[in-house]
């Protein structure tokens, strides 16, 4: 399997991300996007004000990437969110799971206290099979709040875990 580099994302790297997050959201199974998004709507997700985001190279290319912000402002800053995405072609092979432990280890290194997931469609079980194993627990559920593209209303989970922990 090849290696995996993650490095922080330049606006240059918009041009490998696109086509990553035209894929993911056109599937309507785990992105409230519509499929119809639109370049602008990608790139103010990806690089908008206040937004961190990393890339995961493989084999010279952009197989994925995450954003790392502020769960809530002000009073609630001290806990981290995120969002990814894979490349459909490179999953199963790693990526989620190096991107996601290195999200872990820069929240932290950030003085973040906490990392929340608002919005984990419930039926991406390969999404909440690895925020279980990276130390995640479910914290609640949103009854039928994704309109999911084939399955129609799907719950939704907020996810939660504390970074004192160290990533397992």
Known sequence: MPSVRIRE?????????WPIFQAVVARADSYVF??????????AYWFGTGVLSFVAEMDGRIAGM??????????????ANAS?????????????????????????????DAMQFNFVVSTNTGAVALWKKLG????GTLPKAFRHGSRGYVDV???????DAGVE
């Open 84 to 112: 990814f995405m894979v490349a459909p072609e490179v999953r199963r092979h790693g990526v989620g799971e190096a991107l996601g432990r290195h999200c872990l280890e820069e929240a932290r290194r950030r003085g973040f």
């Open 136 to 139: 995640f627990k479910i914290a």
């Open 34 to 43: 519509s499929p119809a998004a639109t370049r602008d709507d990608a790139f």
């Open 66 to 79: 995450y954003k790392l912000i502020p769960n809530q402002r002000d009073l609630g800053a001290h806990v």
């Open 9 to 17: 994302a330049a606006r240059i790297d918009f041009e490998g991300i």
């Open 157 to 163: 989970y907020v996810m939660h875990r504390f970074l």
